[in-house]
C-alpha cells in the first residue's frame, strides 16, 4: 500500500506540559470506582433519579456537551467493527464531548480498501469509506472544516492512504499500533501514536512522521528522536492557529508496557493519553464512565461478523423480568435500514435489556446483552454470525474459523463474551466468574494464550460452550483463531434458570470493578448469546 507524504500542518504549544503530566500516570488509572463513579472534582449535576442499586454522584449530561469540541472519525482493524472505540466515546462523553459526534465506519476487514477513493470502473473493494463519512461529518457540522481521524491496527492502514490523499481534512491523527513493515509514515500530519510493550510481535507497533518524540515506558522524560520537541494545541474548536510556531516534532509516540493489542484502541490509559493529546495537556476531569441523560439513547449498526455485512432483520428488545424466559416490557424498535443502522432509541438508564435478533426470513439468530447503560451509546454493533450466504466473498471462511466451532445443543448454553475496554487478561488478574465458576485461565486468556500465535493480541472475545459435550466444566482451550479462545464451560439449558456472570479486569485498568449481568440459559439449539460488559 502507497502513502504519499502529507503536508505540514501547523500545531503550537509545548510538549513538555503533557509530557510531565503523563510521567507521574503512564499506564495508571484512578483508584477503583464504581462504573457510574467520579473520579475528580464535580462540575456535572447531582442525580436525584438513580434506579435502585446504580449510584450516580454525578451526571454529565449529553445534551450539555461541548459542541466547540472536534468530531472524531474512528477506524477499526481486523475482525474488528466500529464498538471498538465504544469504551474511549463514553469516556469521552464522560468529560464533555458531543457523543453523536464521534462515528466510525464498518468494512470488510478481509477484503475492503476504505481509505483509497473510488475514481475508476475499476476501484478496490470497499473504496470511500473513510473520505465519505468524514464528508458526512463536516456536512452535519458546518462550524469544522477538519476532523480528528483514528485508526487502529489494520485500519491505521487504511487510515495512512487516506492521509496521503486528504491530509487537508484532517487536524490530529490518533494511530493505534501500526504493526506495518516498513513502518507507516505519517510525514508533517499532527500525530500521537499509542503502542505497547505487549502490542503484536512482543514489541511495540508506531507510525514515524518527519519528526517524532517518544516516552518511556516508565513515564521518564520524552526522548526526542531528533532536534527539538513540540505538542498540539488546545484548538479542538477551530481550525485555525494560536500563537507559537509549528513544534518541531509532529508524531509523539506512547508505549504502555502491559496493554494488550485490542486494549490500544478501547482501554482508559489511552483514553487519558488522547484526551491530553486533543486538548493541549489539560487532565480529563473523569477517568471513569459518567452517568449520562435519563433515558439514555442508544443507536448503531446491525451488521455480521468480521465481514461487517448490514443486517436488515428485526430486533426485538425488552426489559428482563424476573423469570427466565419470559421477557419483561418491549422498547419498540424500528427495523434496521439497509445500511443495517438502527435507532435512535431511548431506554431506562441502569437497567438490564435482553436484545434478539432476527435473520431477514424472520429466523432468531441469537440473543444479546450489555451491562446495564448508564450513558449514551451511539456506537452499539448488534453482531450476527458470517455465513456463506451473508453478502461477501468470505462470510463462509469467516464462519469456518470462528462461530462453526460453536455447539448448538438443546442441553446447553453457547456463550461469546466480550469486553469494550480490551482483552479478557488472566495474565493481569482479571477474572470472570460464570454461574459462580472461575472461567479465565492462563490457557485461555493469561501467558499460555498469549504464547499462541493467534491470541498473540489478546483473547478478545471469549467463546464458552461444552465443547466435549460431556455435560462438565473442563475449561482449557479447545480451539482458537484470531482475537478469539473457546474453552469448555457447561451451563446446563434443559430448565430455564438464570445464569450469572460477573466480570473485573487486572491491573490493566482498576477503574472498572464488578461488571454484573444475570440472564437467562438460552440452550445454543435456539441461539449463540452474547455478553459484552461496557
Not at 476501484?123 to 464528508?135: E, R, S, T
Not at 481534512?169 to 490518533?174: C, G, N, R
Not at 449498526?301 to 419483561?328: K, W, Y
Request: net charge negative.
Amino acid at each position: 500500500m502507497h502513502h504519499r507524504v502529507i503536508g505540514e500542518i501547523a500545531g503550537r504549544e509545548g510538549f513538555a506540559l503533557w509530557a510531565a503530566r503523563t510521567a507521574a500516570t503512564l499506564g495508571l488509572v484512578a483508584s477503583a470506582l464504581c462504573a457510574c463513579g467520579s473520579s475528580g472534582s464535580s462540575s456535572g449535576s447531582p442525580d436525584a433519579a438513580a434506579p435502585p442499586g446504580l449510584t450516580c454522584p454525578v451526571v454529565v449530561s449529553s445534551t450539555n456537551c461541548d459542541t466547540s469540541l472536534r468530531p472524531i472519525v474512528f477506524v477499526h482493524g481486523t475482525y474488528g467493527s466500529g464498538d471498538n472505540f465504544e469504551h474511549i466515546a463514553a469516556l469521552l462523553g464522560s468529560n464533555g464531548y458531543c457523543q453523536d459526534r464521534i462515528v466510525a465506519i464498518d468494512y470488510n476487514s478481509l477484503g475492503d480498501s476504505p481509505g483509497e477513493d473510488c475514481t475508476s470502473a475499476n476501484d478496490p473493494q470497499g473504496c470511500g469509506k473513510i473520505d465519505a463519512l468524514v464528508d458526512q461529518v463536516l456536512a452535519a457540522n458546518p462550524a469544522f472544516t477538519q476532523v480528528d481521524l483514528a485508526g487502529h491496527s489494520q485500519g491505521t492502514a487504511h487510515c495512512g492512504t487516506y492521509l496521503g490523499l486528504h491530509a487537508d481534512k484532517v487536524a490530529h491523527y490518533i494511530n493505534f499500533s501500526s504493526p506495518q513493515s516498513p513502518a507507516l509514515n505519517v510525514g508533517a500530519v499532527q500525530t500521537l501514536s499509542i503502542s505497547s510493550l505487549h502490542d503484536l510481535g512482543g514489541h511495540p507497533n508506531h507510525c514515524i512522521g518527519d519528526s517524532v518524540c517518544t516516552l518511556s515506558v516508565d513515564g521518564g522524560a520524552p526522548v526526542p528522536s531528533d532536534a527539538g520537541t513540540g505538542f498540539p494545541p488546545s484548538d479542538a474548536g477551530d481550525d485555525g492557529g494560536e500563537d507559537g510556531g509549528p513544534p518541531p516534532c509532529n508524531v509523539i509516540q506512547v508505549t504502555f508496557e502491559v496493554e494488550d493489542h485490542f486494549a490500544l484502541a478501547a482501554s482508559t490509559p489511552s483514553f487519558i493519553q488522547v484526551y491530553r493529546y486533543l486538548n493541549g495537556g489539560k487532565d480529563p476531569q473523569y477517568t471513569t464512565v459518567q452517568c449520562g441523560d435519563d433515558p439514555v439513547t442508544i443507536e448503531g449498526v446491525a451488521e455480521t461478523f468480521a465481514d461487517n455485512t448490514p443486517v436488515t432483520g428485526m430486533v426485538q428488545m425488552h426489559e428482563l423480568s424476573g423469570t427466565p424466559r419470559v421477557p419483561g416490557p418491549d422498547i419498540t424498535v424500528p427495523p434496521s435500514d439497509s445500511s443495517g443502522h438502527f435507532g435512535p432509541i431511548q431506554i431506562k438508564r441502569g437497567v438490564e435489556y435482553e436484545i434478539a435478533g432476527y435473520d431477514a426470513q424472520g429466523n432468531l439468530v441469537g440473543y444479546q446483552y450489555f451491562t446495564p447503560f448508564v450513558r449514551d451509546n451511539r456506537l452499539m454493533r448488534l453482531l450476527t454470525p458470517a455465513s456463506s450466504s451473508d453478502g461477501s466473498s468470505v462470510g463462509g471462511l469467516i464462519a469456518g474459523l470462528t462461530t462453526g466451532h460453536a455447539i448448538r445443543s438443546a442441553n446447553s448454553v453457547t456463550v461469546l463474551a466480550r469486553w469494550y475496554g480490551g482483552a479478557f487478561r488472566q495474565d493481569l488478574g482479571a477474572t470472570l466468574t460464570v454461574g459462580g465458576t472461575e472461567v479465565l485461565t492462563s490457557a485461555n486468556s493469561g501467558d499460555q494464550a498469549l504464547a499462541t500465535s493467534s491470541l498473540a493480541g489478546g483473547t478478545v472475545g471469549l467463546f464458552m460452550d461444552d465443547a466435549n459435550q460431556n455435560g462438565k466444566t473442563d475449561l482449557g482451550l479447545p480451539y482458537s483463531t484470531f482475537f478469539i479462545a473457546f474453552t469448555d464451560v457447561y451451563l446446563p439449558a434443559t430448565m430455564p434458570a438464570f445464569v450469572d456472570y460477573s466480570f473485573t479486569p487486572g491491573q490493566e485498568d482498576p477503574s472498572t470493578v464488578g461488571e454484573a449481568l444475570t440472564i437467562a440459559n438460552w440452550p445454543s439449539s435456539v441461539g449463540l448469546v452474547a455478553v459484552t460488559f461496557q
